[in-house]
């Protein structure tokens, strides 16, 4: 039997400090949480979820154009 990854535990609290220190999401942000979901080198499902859900939640203010590339280039490459 296979154990289950559970890096998006870590993932989602992490993001929630991440949120917590100036109540926004940067591009620098973005890419450590990233970084955790690639650590094991796959993102799965359960990662994948929790980064468009973090993704879904930027407000207009955080979607900078550097934000805006980043997304793009996480869902194009990551199929996030």
Known sequence: ??????DYLELTYRSINCFADDGKLDVNELESLV?????????????KRVLR???????DEELTSEMVA??????????I
């Open 1 to 6: 039997m296979s154990k289950e990854n559970r």
């Open 35 to 47: 970084e955790i979901a690639l650590k094991d080198g796959v993102i799965d499902d359960n990662e």
């Open 53 to 59: 859900n973090i993704i879904d939640r930027l407000t």
């Open 70 to 79: 980043k997304i793009h280039q996480l869902r194009t490459d990551l199929d």
